[in-house]
């Protein structure tokens, strides 16, 4: 069985859709990762995009989303990926916050940071969820 993650930020364009990449590369065989906005943007941040690229994950064809266009609608997890008092709230089993710096706006250099603290946190998600014992 999987676990249902929810990976929240307000625009999904950034942290939340490098989460749900990662998730998904890292962790398939355990998650089912998803990912969602408040108020999505109109396309992923193209550094974002840019930056995964260069770890081998292509998400240039995603699109942000919101909580409408989500196919399940109570998770076991969402995680909330640091964006303060801004951050929607989603119901689930259980609730993590990740404080992790929002990419946009950021260069090159600052999101390849990003995106190792965000592989860091969803390596250790995963290893988390399969240390579990039962579901």
Known sequence: M????LFLCVENAGRSQMAEAFARELGGDII??????????????????KCMEEV?????NR?????????IKVFDFVVNMGCGDDC????SR?????????PKGKSVE???VIREIIRE???????HLRSLDTY
């Open 121 to 127: 946190k969803v390596t250790e998600l995963v290893r």
């Open 88 to 91: 929607p709230f989603y119901p």
């Open 63 to 71: 699109k942000p989303k919101g909580f409408d266009e989500l196919d």
């Open 32 to 49: 089912n990762p998803y990912s969602a906005g408040s108020r999505p943007a109109n396309e992923i941040n193209p550094t974002v995009v």
């Open 2 to 5: 999987k676990y249902n993650v």
């Open 94 to 102: 259980a609730y993590v916050s990740w404080d992790v710096p929002d």
């Open 56 to 60: 081998g994950i292509k998400i240039q």
């Open 110 to 112: 600052e999101v390849r």
